[in-house]
């Protein structure tokens, strides 16, 4: 399983960035896909999850400014982050838990991709 994760950048307060992570492999169905993100001397924390269902769930923080969003069919998990915050800041990662194709279940992550906002 491979996750190719892309989109961070820097942006001023207020800005909105978007980020988009590709899943690929052998697997029998995607389950779980989100995002997390750590911030500098920080533990890494839930930022929003999407079930296969399109259920949805946010960290308190991000609630109303962000959305997570899924295509089944692409195998790709995205997430819109307006009204940025200098809090925002970190290194943001996506993460699949997914069904294997012999019905194990398992999880990876991706590479991490940077978010800086500016006040």
């Known amino acids: 399983v491979q996750l190719q994760a892309s989109g961070g950048g820097w942006v001023q307060a207020g800005g909105s960035l978007r980020l988009s992570c590709v899943a690929s492999?052998?697997?029998?169905?995607?389950?779980?896909m989100g995002w997390y993100r750590q911030a500098l001397g920080k533990q890494r924390e839930l930022v929003a999850i999407?079930?296969?269902?399109?259920?949805?769930n946010y960290a308190d923080a991000v609630k109303g400014r962000f959305t997570i969003s899924r295509d089944n069919a692409k195998n790709t998990v995205g997430l819109q982050m307006n009204s940025l915050k200098p809090e925002d800041t970190g290194v943001y990662y996506c993460?699949?838990?997914?069904?294997?194709?012999?019905?194990?279940?398992?999880?990876?992550w991706g590479q991490g991709t940077q978010v800086t906002v500016s006040s």
């Open positions: 993460n699949v838990e997914y069904t294997g194709s012999s019905g194990f279940l398992g999880a990876s």
């Open positions: 492999g052998s697997i029998r169905k995607w389950n779980v």
């Open positions: 999407v079930t296969s269902s399109g259920r949805t």
